[in-house]
């Protein structure tokens, strides 16, 4: 199996297509990147940016450059020695325009007599054989009424394969063959006629836990499942894919939400064997990082490993004052509301059981549904929904795979009972069967454990629990604040034993704050009691009401800033949205949203500006030191690193879309430029600096990977020992700056010294060379926080002026 070496993630959309993509190709290799990594390519949702929301698996994007875009991508990517790693999406389809997905609409059309019916995961048994759509602003009895729904034929200038559609404002949805009335009308007791005989049926969209009957992605209607566990569906589904490997256009693929599929292990053997071994790697978010009982990916699995979210928490948790814990907690003791959890484990508690109980009510009922009849009667149908809501709460990860798991269903089924001993029976009944072999109930239930985990905690408990922004990160627990150096080398000991070609990440499209938002951040563990003095005097100018909410908001502005006021709005909205407290997406609170865009509003002018860039001021050096430092760690530590697209500068970014802003590529090169001429910049403004060590980092692994053949933690004695993390690769050594307001405050490295192995190495940073032994800090980190050493090539193998092998 080719694997890469590094990876570039390139955010393909209409604004930056496969062309312009083509474009940067050269950049990237002159940068040291090796594969090329592809947002999603397959035609999506028009008007899509991340191409998520695939209508049409059959052909790539004409939005995105189309075949020929890829065939000129690829070109590209060849020609300047890259691979090319792409994003897939084969756990559902976008659905919300009908007449832009062919395999929908003839299911709507058709019913379960279509060609595609058995691609979507869709219960037919429950509604009368009908897809759900919970799509009216009202009942369909008043919609119907209101003459808000038209039926008409198709007209001839209407490209569509249906004799007649029906209309509800932007909605249009196929009649079925023979349906059509004879001209188009409004009439009440035409459109019931017609709607009756349909192979869908329209509802009010707040009733999506009685009316919907498919599954979708996590809670998004518009995202319907895909049932590639079937292998015709998983063929017509991947021909296209197959291609781009079959012909050399990429490389291999990475796997969005496999935790979505009916079962993921097999829809990965199956890949491997469609694709003769192809590089592999999966999202997927392993519980516990960073902590003695972290989550494994199962090892049986043929894949090369995960997408980083690991990796990440690791990085960030390394370089946070586990000192600062204590007062942060105080402080969000402080700002908590009377009625809100205490502990974080509290707040995922509740926030999972209002999504198993509301945005996942629907696929909760098809568990219930999926229960042998005896035993669905025994318990009831309203106790089993209980029952199962309490169990999905409970479970500590993502999703088990049976026959393996049973000690972390033994947990989920303790901590349910102990929450709800009424239940217990009840619990004790369904526990069984929901890891009970390959069924269709213990499959369900995997794929629902998923969503509750995902929604409850990323998309929720993140947002109600802000003690400290870098820590509410995908892929990380807030329970667990910090880890020491030796947890870290532990760490990457085991990825480079177990998955040394996994990718690792500090920033991607799916993080709530990017990589150097969060580095700033991480330096509040240093200084808490300056940032509660900080917040308490820009609550007292601007606050929505919520302490914890405004310390999420004011974090991410000092995190984030400079931010244009837009930038910041859009960010206040959805992550209050999202925190579901004062405000939700379902049910928005006016005036709770206009006291949060007040508080934006208010941090761009006048006094609560003065008070941000004063902390600002105080943040944004050793802000920087900590994101120099992350950034080497991810780069030389174990694992296949990848660049986020734009980071090898500063990027201040938040979560999506704000992180799909266009990347100034052409500053970019020209800032290489300057580096390869001999510049060595300063710590400022311009994020050069950082472009020095991503480039010197990605090229070292690139042109002699004979350097990072292991991992080897290195001695650091001294006063000022733990503030610095070193290691060897084999011949590549990094050392990295830790907690650097701690070490200020100590005066420095003094005597602290790091003890290289033998020889002579070469600082890829510097130019300056140093012998192996005891290295003073002082003299190695004297221009950058961070060092990172090769080991001089043998006399033979040096290169003369002349490019030639002495």
């Known amino acids: 199996m080719t694997a890469p070496i590094s990876t570039y993630r390139l955010q393909i959309r209409p604004a930056f297509d496969l062309t312009a993509a083509a474009e940067v190709t050269d950049y990237l290799r002159d940068l040291g990147v090796d594969w090329a990594y592809l947002s999603p390519l397959l035609a999506a949702a028009e008007g899509s940016d991340h191409g998520y929301d695939v209508v049409d698996p059959t052909i790539v994007d004409p939005r995105r450059g189309g075949a020929e875009g890829l065939a000129r991508f690829s070109t590209a990517a060849r020609g300047a020695g890259l691979g090319v790693l792409v994003d897939i999406v084969p756990n559902h389809q976008g659905v919300a325009v009908p007449a832009e997905n062919p395999w929908w609409w003839d299911v709507l059309r058709h019913g379960r007599a279509s060609v595609h019916a058995e691609a979507f995961d869709i219960d037919w048994e429950y509604g009368g054989g009908k897809v759900g759509l919970p799509i009216l602003g009202s009942t369909l009895r008043e919609a119907v009424a209101a003459g808000e729904i038209e039926v008409a034929p198709v007209t001839a200038d209407e490209a569509n394969s249906a004799e007649g559609v029906a209309r509800y404002y932007d909605h249009v949805l196929p009649l079925a063959d023979g349906t059509a009335p004879a001209a188009a009308t409004t009439d009440p007791a035409t459109v019931d006629a017609v709607l009756a005989a349909q192979h869908w049926r329209a509802a009010f969209w707040r009733d ?61 053997e199956q890949l491997a064997e469609a ?33 980083g979210y690991d990796a990440m928490a690791e990085i960030d948790r390394v370089l946070i004052d586990p000192a600062g814990k204590g007062r942060l907690d105080e402080l969000d003791a402080a700002l908590r509301s009377a009625d809100a959890p205490a502990s974080y484990d509290e707040i995922v508690r509740e926030a999972k059981r209002a999504v198993a109980d509301t945005l996942q009510a629907a696929e909760v009922g098809r568990l219930v549904r999926c229960l042998p009849e005896e035993v669905r009667e025994a318990l009831g149908a309203e106790v089993a929904r209980d029952a199962f809501a309490e169990l999905l709460t409970s479970f500590s990860v993502y999703r088990v795979y049976p026959p393996v798991g049973d000690e972390l269903v033994a947990e989920a089924v303790a901590a349910a009972s102990a929450s709800r001993p009424d239940l217990a029976d009840a619990i004790a009944t369904l526990a069984p069967l929901v890891t009970a072999g390959d069924t269709e109930l213990s499959r369900r239930f995997g794929q629902t454990t998923g969503p509750v985990m995902a929604k409850g905690v990323e998309d929720s408990a993140f947002y109600r629990y802000p003690r400290l922004g870098t820590l509410t990160e995908v892929g990380g627990d807030p329970g667990v604040f910090a880890l020491d150096v030796a947890g870290f080398h532990l760490a990457q000991a085991n990825r480079q034993a177990m998955w040394p070609q996994a990718l690792t990440a500090l920033s991607t499209h799916d993080t709530k704050r990017s990589e150097d938002v969060r580095a700033r951040l991480s330096v509040i563990a240093e200084l808490p009691d300056r940032w509660s003095d900080a917040l308490g005097r820009l ?38 949205r999202e925190g579901g407290i004062v405000t939700s997406w379902t049910d ?13 509003d208010a941090a761009t002018s006048g006094d609560a500006r003065a008070v941000v860039e004063e902390v600002v001021g105080e943040l944004t050096a050793p802000g920087r030191s900590n994101s120099l430092a992350a950034k080497l760690l991810q780069l030389t530590a174990p694992g296949v690193p990848d660049v986020y697209q734009g980071s090898e500068l500063w990027d201040l970014s938040l979560v999506d879309p704000d992180n799909r802003r266009d990347v100034d590529f052409a500053e970019r090169r020209e800032l290489l430029t300057k580096l390869d001429g001999g510049w060595h910049p300063e710590i400022d403004d311009s994020g050069a600096a950082k472009l020095l060590v991503v480039s010197r980092a990605l090229r070292l692994r690139r042109d002699r990977p004979e350097l990072f053949t292991r991992y080897a933690p290195l001695p650091v004695v001294g006063s000022a020992a733990d503030h610095a993390i070193a290691f060897d690769r084999g011949g590549a050594v990094t050392i990295a700056t830790r907690l650097p307001i701690g070490l200020a405050a100590r005066g420095g490295w003094g005597d602290t010294v790091v003890m290289v192995p033998p020889g002579r190495h070469v600082d890829q940073l510097t130019g300056r060379a140093w012998n192996g032994g005891a290295v003073r800090l002082a003299d190695l980190l004297d221009t950058y926080p961070v060092a990172l050493l090769a080991a001089e090539r043998p006399t033979a193998e040096r290169p003369t002026a002349e490019g030639k092998n002495a």
């Open 539 to 576: 609550r007292t100018i601007a606050s929505t009401g919520d302490g914890r909410l405004d310390d999420l908001l004011w974090q991410a502005i000092v995190g984030a800033w400079p931010a244009s006021p837009e930038r910041l709005r859009d960010y206040a909205e959805k992550a209050s």
């Open 208 to 268: 999506d836990a009685t009316e919907l009957n498919y599954r979708r992605f996590f809670a998004v209607n518009t995202l319907a499942g895909v049932r590639v566990d079937v292998p015709a569906v998983f063929e017509a589904s991947h021909v296209e894919i197959l291609r781009w490997l079959r012909e050399g256009l990429a490389d291999g693929l990475r796997i969005d939400h496999p935790d979505g599929l009916a079962d993921p292990g097999g829809y990965l």
């Open 275 to 307: 694709t003769g071994g192809a590089y592999v790697v999966v999202e997927k978010i392993l519980e516990h990082a960073a902590t003695d009982h972290a989550e494994q990916l199962p090892s049986w699995w043929p894949t090369a490993g995960t997408t």
């Open 588 to 600: 928005p609170d006016e005036d709770a949203e206009a006291r949060i865009a007040a508080l934006v």
